[in-house]
């Protein structure tokens, strides 16, 4: 349960332009995830995307909007 609440917070902060100057660690280790591998693997797994991934996306997205 915890860890799901984790992720949730670290999609929401990935995909918010609020968050956009924060790297992928930091937001990891900020949701309570002990290492950004370990957070991008889970990740991964959960919402079938890198951490990454999404960031870039929503980042590309929000320029569109513009």
């Given amino acids: 349960m915890l860890r799901e609440e984790r992720l ?7 995909s918010s332009p609020q968050f956009d100057h924060q ?4 937001i990891s280790d900020a949701c309570g995830f002990s290492s950004p591998g ?3 693997t889970v ?15 929503m980042r590309f997205a ?3 909007a513009r």
Wanted: no cysteine; charged share 30%; net charge positive.
């Fill in 8 to 14: 949730e917070e670290a999609y929401r902060r990935l």
């Fill in 43 to 57: 990740f991964r797994h959960r919402y079938g995307e890198t951490p990454k991934g999404l960031q870039q996306r």
């Fill in 23 to 26: 790297t992928v660690a930091s």
């Fill in 38 to 40: 370990q957070f991008s």
């Fill in 62 to 64: 929000s320029l569109g």
